[in-house]
């Protein structure tokens, strides 16, 4: 059997080729706002999800209580918002906007987005792509997906079984990606 080296090496995986190949593990950071407590549910299905990679380091913060440095250190971070007039919370906007301090500092972190709207055609998808065109002018890899849900998790009012676990693939999908980035 041959081994690969990667540098910055703390746990040894069996790929696909039976190779013995050393992966560093993610820390993966969600941040969210939350006023009705929904989107704090999904925030934290999207934790499940990530815990389910191995070794995986994940913090959930409300936006309040998160600070830049919280963002410098992750691998990954996930921002979740309710839906509001079709964009993400106030709250969540200006601490993006006043992220211009770490401007830089976050390329080729991956990053994705969950929301919770008040109903069908109320914005989601808008609330998805705000969240997502900041991390891009961040430098960051956004994680998608083909199949549906293409811009990330969403729910309407309270998450449904369905919406619970399109947050923990979410989770899980970003704590993988994360990981084979910070190979």
Known sequence: MREKTIKHTNVIVN??????TRIRMA??????DSKSGNTEKMAHAVAE???QI?????????????DFEDLVNADGIIF??????GEMSGRLK????????????LEGKVGA??????????????????????MLVHGMIVQGRAGDKHYGAAAVESPKVRDIE?????GKRVAELASKVKA
Do not use: H, M, W
Request: charged letters at 25%.
């Open 166 to 170: 399109s947050c923990r693939d979410l």
């Open 94 to 105: 200006t601490f993006i906007d006043e992220s211009v301090k770490i401007y830089g500092k």
């Open 54 to 66: 191995k070794g995986t380091k994940v913090d959930i913060k409300k936006i309040d209580q998160t």
């Open 15 to 20: 790929t696909p080729k039976n190779d013995r």
């Open 113 to 134: 987005a969950f929301t919770s709207s008040g109903g069908t055609a109320c914005g989601a998808e808008t609330t998805l792509l705000s969240i997502i065109q900041a």
């Open 80 to 85: 979740g918002s309710p839906t509001y007039f």
């Open 27 to 32: 820390k993966i950071l969600i941040v969210y």
């Open 49 to 51: 999800g990530a815990k």
